[in-house]
Each structure stands twice: as structure tokens, then as C-alpha cells.
């Protein structure tokens, strides 16, 4: 049975920074197998792919919102996804997900498809006071 796990969640003031981590156990495949990928979601609004990195970390795509600000990484010995985040912004206050891809990496902007992930965790909740 695959598990998602994310943390390191919390709540921080405006300018503030945290660091997500997403542990994957379970896979039939290699962890290096597939491109990872962070979600966020906000109450009232849709699922939103932030940031993705492809099965060898040298790839990442970031969607506009938090380019510059965010830093997604992997560690694929150790089977485990991180986010930085940095200069947060009261708009970034949603539950964050981690998600497994089908994929090893993704053409154009197919990384922020929800279809193109076949496992997600329960998510961490990120709050920023302003």
C-alpha cells in the first residue's frame, strides 16, 4: 500500500519561510521512477499545481505564482520530496499536497494536470499571517 506523507506545515507571519517534506513508501517502482509534484489548495478554489521536478531532480517547473520564491528538491536515495518556501505571502495559505506522477517528467505545463498523478498525500496545512 502506498503512502504519501507530508509535514512541516504551520503557521508564519508574512516574510517568513518553511520547508515541506514528503515522504513516499510502498511504491512497486522506484521512487526515481516518477517526477514529483507539490499542490495547493485554498478554500473555495481549485487545486492548483505549484511546483513540479522531474524523476532525476535536474528539471523543475514552477507556476508563476510562486517562481522565485519557492524551491522544490528531491532526494531520491532517500525517497523524499521537499519544498522551500520563502517570502510567503498571506495568498500562499492553503493545504499543500504531494503528489506522485505516472510520469518521469512532463511536456509543457501537463505538470499541473491532477490526472497526471496517481498518488497523493492528506496534505500539510500552511497558514501566513499578514
Known amino acids: 500500500q502506498v503512502q504519501v506523507v507530508e509535514s512541516g506545515g504551520g503557521l508564519v507571519q508574512a516574510g517568513g519561510s518553511l520547508r515541506l517534506s514528503c515522504t513516499v513508501t510502498g511504491l512497486s517502482s522506484d521512487f526515481d521512477d516518477h517526477a514529483m509534484a507539490w499542490f495547493r489548495q485554498a478554500p473555495g478554489k481549485q487545486r492548483e499545481g505549484i511546483s513540479e521536478i522531474t524523476w532525476s531532480g535536474r528539471g523543475q517547473n514552477y507556476a508563476d505564482s510562486v517562481k522565485g520564491r519557492f524551491t522544490i528538491s528531491r532526494d531520491n536515495a532517500k525517497e523524499m520530496l521537499y519544498l522551500q518556501m520563502s517570502s510567503l505571502k498571506p495568498e500562499d495559505t492553503a493545504m499543500y499536497y504531494c503528489?506522485?506522477?505516472?510520469?518521469?517528467?512532463?511536456?509543457?505545463?501537463?505538470?499541473?494536470?491532477?490526472?497526471?498523478?496517481?498518488?497523493w498525500g492528506q496534505g500539510t496545512q500552511v497558514t501566513v499571517s499578514s
Open positions: 503528489a506522485v506522477s505516472r510520469h518521469t517528467s512532463h511536456f509543457g505545463n501537463s505538470w499541473r494536470s491532477p490526472v497526471n498523478y496517481i498518488y
